[in-house]
């Protein structure tokens, strides 16, 4: 935003999608059957759908305690495999190698890294820049000031050692790069420079360094390409930002474009098979008032888009997508959230409906497919999760997004699959029951067995999850 597991022969494999219309009526909704075939792993360890949660407007907003619990409520039953997190060296950079680790910024940061922590939630750390006025600390001069690398070297050696955040996983030096900085010489610069103050206090081992995070414009796919030419010994993973218009994602053409970007690291980086792919900001493009937010956010037509962005984002390769944003209170006057800020009461809006089950049912550890698709209209991702189902064995959790005006009749078959107890969730016009605090609850639950295939109906325009992975945290 501008401002590897073991599989077994049969059971543990891909999604390969034979789709072919049910006889029938004329009127009758189109069938499908969807089989489990052993290829196809599109990705071994998927990290999880997160989203952006910043800390930055959150003083601002005056968000108590007793206020952030009801987002931790959220977070938690979301459980928030990823968070990527907002960083400005203005927040404890005074100049002069002089620094304050207890700034009101500071404390917000760290009410959001304390439950990360808890969680387990994977943290993408992005420093925002050295360039603005409103992003950079006194005394830093540019992204390539040896100065900013050693701020950027104490404040991580701080939060890593000082205040053991071990959810600090990944490293990201500027937000959006080709806006903020403009000049890829310039940046190159200062990531080596980084580079070499993590390396010299030893914290290249606790972090993998993340680029080229870039977003939007033409020079979006140059800057990741320059990326994995000029900077593949540094990154140890690939982050890509995208807020696509609905017509890309209607067609599908959104998975094509993930696929392009991954394949080049794929094809350039030797290494590259063994780096997470990752989507560093998800959105719409269509009607965005960028920075601030998207007209369509409170619409229920941006759960479905979002459903089916992650979808072909996931079976594009992406081991992890992060969606723009958690809430209204990370950024002032933004309206981009699952739900609103504190001043119009931390509502939630219909796209969390969705994106909190993706977020809650494909884990992260999870082995995703790619299903063979031969529809425009239906889109389908799968994930087993390794040993996490009940009595110790593996759990499956599935996502089918219709596009389709009329319902669809899916039967989801893997071969080789023991019974399993399946719960089913609807997000559609008609229905999405919730509890009290807004939580999907499953329209039904089931004990199907996948060998001889199990019914899903799914409505016109929707998303519907079937999942074996226990409700209870794990």
Same mark, same amino acid.
């Given at each position: ?8 022969p ?25 089989v ?15 989203a952006?949660?910043?800390s ?7 968000? !108590?305690?007793? *206020?952030?619990?009801?987002? #931790?409520?959220?977070?938690? %039953?979301? =459980?928030?495999? +990823?968070?990527?997190?907002m960083?400005?060296?203005?927040w ?14 500071m ?6 890294l ?11 750390l ?5 360039e ?26 701080y939060?890593?050692n ?9 490293f ?17 610069r ?19 360094? !993340?680029?080229? *995070?870039?977003?939007?414009? #033409?020079?979006?796919?140059? %800057?990741? =390409?320059?990326? +994995?030419?000029q ?18 994602v ?22 590259a ?8 900001e ?10 601030t ?5 409170g ?35 933004f ?11 931390m509502?939630l ?33 799968a ?5 996490h ?7 499956w ?7 389709a ?19 089913r ?6 229905e999405?029951?919730?509890?009290a ?16 295939g ?21």
């Amino acid at each position: 935003m501008k401002l590897g597991l073991r599989m077994g022969p049969l059971l543990y494999g891909v999604l390969s999608v034979a789709l072919g219309h049910a006889q029938g009526p004329a009127a009758a909704p189109p069938g499908y059957e969807i089989v489990v075939h052993a290829e196809d792993v599109v990705c071994e360890r998927f990290l999880g759908f997160g989203a952006e949660w910043d800390s930055s407007a959150y003083p601002v907003y005056g968000v !108590t305690d007793e *206020d952030f619990a009801l987002a #931790a409520k959220r977070v938690r %039953w979301m =459980r928030l495999p +990823v968070a990527r997190i907002m960083m400005l060296t203005k927040w404890c950079y005074l100049g002069n190698a002089a620094f304050d680790w207890e700034t009101d910024a500071m404390k917000a940061l760290y009410r959001h890294l304390d439950l990360c922590q808890e969680l387990g939630t994977t943290v993408l750390l992005t420093d925002w820049g050295g360039e603005k006025e409103w992003t950079t600390a006194p005394g830093i001069d540019g992204v390539d000031d040896p100065e900013y690398a050693m701020v950027i070297g104490t404040y991580l050696d701080y939060l890593l050692n000082a205040k053991n955040y071990s959810c600090i996983q990944y490293f990201i030096l500027t937000n959006e790069p080709n806006w903020e900085v403009g000049d890829w010489d310039k940046w190159k610069r200062g990531v080596e420079n980084v580079a070499a103050v993590l390396a010299k206090r030893g914290l290249d081992k606790r972090l993998i360094f !993340t680029g080229s *995070d870039t977003s939007q414009d #033409a020079s979006n796919e140059v %800057w990741h =390409r320059w990326a +994995v030419d000029q900077l593949q010994h540094i990154l140890g993973a690939y982050d890509v930002h995208r807020y696509a218009n609905s017509t890309r994602v209607r067609t599908g053409e959104l998975e094509t474009y993930w696929r392009t970007h991954w394949d080049y690291a794929l094809e350039h980086d030797p290494a590259a098979k063994g780096k997470p792919f990752i989507v560093g900001e998800a959105g719409m493009h269509d009607d965005a008032q960028h920075p601030t937010g998207n007209p369509h956010i409170g619409e229920y037509g941006y759960g479905v888009f979002m459903a089916d962005y992650a979808v072909q984002a996931a079976r594009a390769g992406s081991a992890a997508v992060s969606a723009w944003m958690l809430d209204d209170n990370s950024h002032k006057g933004f309206f981009w959230g699952l739900w609103g800020n504190k001043e119009n009461g931390m509502k939630l809006r219909p796209w969390f409906y969705p994106w909190s089950l993706l977020s809650r049912y494909f884990p992260m550890g999870s082995v995703i497919y790619r299903a063979a698709q031969t529809s425009a209209d239906l889109r389908i991702l799968a994930a087993r999760i390794p040993a996490h189902g009940r009595q110790g064995g593996d759990a499956w959790t599935f996502c089918l997004v219709n596009r389709a005006e009329i319902t669809a009749n899916v039967t989801l078959r893997v071969p080789g699959a023991p019974a399993l107890e399946l719960q089913r969730y609807v997000y559609s016009e008609k229905e999405a029951p919730a509890d009290a605090d807004g939580f999907p609850t499953p329209v039904a639950t089931e004990r199907g067995v996948l060998a001889k295939g199990i019914a899903v109906p799914c409505p016109g325009n929707s998303a519907v999850f079937l999942t074996s992975l226990p409700s209870v945290s794990f």
